[in-house]
């Protein structure tokens, strides 16, 4: 079956977040949700993820599920504020457990960080599946942007969170602790060994030169001809060196610090104090 899709843009990060839908139910998926983030003053706003529970609601959908492709590390999930007004479980890849360890140190979070994945309703692997309404939402392990990457494939659909971009645009940067542009190239040969047809749901676009509107709907045919890091048959050494040295000129994205704290939180914040507030924390030189 062909799910539906409805995108959310979120223009301040340039994430799209999706609204997955049986087409014969009322089932749903929400996949990659935004916490609007004010990283001068500190403020959190629902704003993004209000739009989303508002055509929940509208349309009388049931929230099955609330996932992610990754620990984002340039937007906040808003997650946990869904679930609590629509529902849903969440679930995200069981490499989790190795962000949260290799960030619990970077941030010095502590004993009291589990770091287990605990804190998620569902740890995916490779292979596992599962379903909304009728729809069968199939997994795969896709790492090399971060090790917990994953692709949900479900139906004619796959959505690939930051693995792939636009053709246009390329591939994600893979410099992130854990990351590995050897181990992108081989995570991209699987999303492109899927049937030519496949809808591909891209997790952001930045318009890349001489495109004027955003986009984040391809196929896997258009990526295969022309995405321009790893189409038109380019090998894996080429892959390699684009992508190492192009990584190396690019600066950390700039919600990364309270994205990554949160993020591995499964969209929570850090336990507050005695008082009641919450802090986040700047690690220095560390990034």
């Known amino acids: 079956m062909n799910p539906n899709v409805k995108a959310f843009f979120d223009d301040a990060t340039n994430t799209i977040s999706f609204v997955v839908k049986d087409p014969n139910g009322s089932s749903c998926a929400i996949i990659d949700s935004v916490l609007d983030f004010d990283y001068s003053s500190g403020r959190t706003d629902t704003k993004s993820a209000d739009a989303i529970i508002d055509y929940v609601k509208a349309n009388d959908l049931k929230v099955e599920w609330l996932l992610e492709t990754h620990v984002h590390a340039d937007h906040l999930s808003a997650a946990p504020y869904l679930q609590e007004r629509v529902g849903g479980k969440i679930g995200i890849g069981d490499r989790i457990k190795i962000v ?16 287990d994945g605990s804190q998620f309703d569902k740890l995916f692997v490779e292979g596992d599946s599962v379903h909304i309404g009728q729809l069968r939402v199939d997994v795969l392990h896709t790492p090399g942007h971060t090790p917990a990457c994953l692709t949900y494939v479900i139906g004619d659909a796959a959505f690939v969170g930051d ?43 930045y318009k890349a030169p001489g495109r004027d509107t955003y986009a984040w709907e ?32 690019l ?21 507050a ?13 560390k990034l």
């Open 100 to 115: 949260q360890d290799t960030f619990g140190k970077v941030f010095n979070e502590g004993t009291e960080f589990q770091r």
């Open 163 to 205: 693995t792939l971009f636009m053709p246009d645009f390329g591939t994600a940067r893979c410099d992130f602790p854990g990351g590995s542009s050897e181990t992108l190239y081989d995570s991209v040969q699987k999303i492109l060994a899927l049937p030519d047809e496949t809808r591909i749901f891209v997790g952001h676009d």
């Open 218 to 249: 391809t196929t896997v045919a258009e990526q295969k001809a022309a995405n321009v890091h790893v189409g038109a048959g380019k090998s894996k050494d080429e892959f390699v060196e684009m992508r190492d040295t192009r990584d190396a000129t």
């Open 251 to 271: 600066a950390m994205p700039k919600l990364i610090i309270p994205s990554l704290q949160v993020n591995m939180r499964a969209g929570q914040m850090p336990p």
């Open 273 to 285: 104090d005695e008082k009641g507030d919450v802090f986040l924390k700047v690690p220095v030189n």
